[in-house]
């Protein structure tokens, strides 16, 4: 069965900390992966997404994934957090053919980013 | 701008009723998604529909069932609710092709006493 793992539950960091949030998959066939985010009383919205080419893919407000196949892994990053990056973070891998896809997420990274 | 709606944003239901959650999506997509929320379980998918009609088990589909009877429109019913239903429900749509990612709705909290 497809799973989708993230290592860190809960990541308190400070101001201008790097981050780095991991996320690996099991499924071995061809996925595309994304990252949302949960700003708290809002609704989870896309932050990037990876479906072919280059596997550093940019995102809005400063996010960064790198997707690496042999490690089935695609973690995010960012050199600088803020304050307003508190958030819930969710890792998604999707597979299936055209659009028929199932997308599993991860259980969620809880970020809080002190001032 | 894709816009989720869903009928409501807190329920309260007592164990043994029928519970109708209501999807509205104004984007036209051919995918729509129905998850629940639960702390340290994460998004767990229910079932997800691709088309009209057309509907398929996610994860934890049991004392669950959908309707899709139009496109813009997805509905979770729960037959008999029960208290470990209690929790946020979260609807999506995404268009059919593939790697488009999913539009949520802002969750309704069903609380089931």
């Known amino acids: ?115 | 701008d894709v816009k989720v709606t869903q009928s409501s944003r807190y329920l309260v239901k007592r164990t043994g009723e029928k519970v109708f959650l209501e999807c509205v999506q104004d984007m036209d997509h051919e995918n729509m998604f129905w998850y629940r929320q639960d702390p340290g379980l994460g998004l767990r998918l229910i079932y997800f529909s691709y088309d009209v009609k057309m509907k398929e088990k996610g994860d934890i589909p049991e004392g669950y069932s959908v309707s899709r009877e139009k496109k813009e429109r997805f509905s979770l019913i729960l037959e008999s609710a029960s208290t470990n239903q209690t929790s946020m429900y979260l609807c999506a749509s995404s268009p059919r092709q593939g790697g488009r990612e999913q539009y949520f709705g802002p969750g309704t909290r069903l609380t089931v006493t």
């Open chain 1, 1 to 115: 069965a497809q799973s989708v793992s993230q290592h860190n539950h809960h990541v308190i960091l400070s101001e201008a900390a790097s981050l780095e949030l991991g996320c690996n998959y099991s499924y071995g066939g061809t996925v595309n992966l994304f990252w949302y985010v949960q700003y708290p009383g809002q609704h989870l919205q896309l932050l990037l997404k990876y479906f072919s080419g280059d596997p550093l893919v940019k995102g809005i407000k400063g996010f960064e994934a790198e997707f690496i196949k042999s490690k089935f892994s695609f973690n995010l990053r960012k050199p600088s957090v803020q304050w307003s990056d508190t958030a819930e973070y969710f890792c998604a891998v999707a597979r299936g053919s055209g659009g028929y896809q199932k997308v599993t997420f991860g259980i969620g990274t809880k970020l809080q980013v002190i001032p």
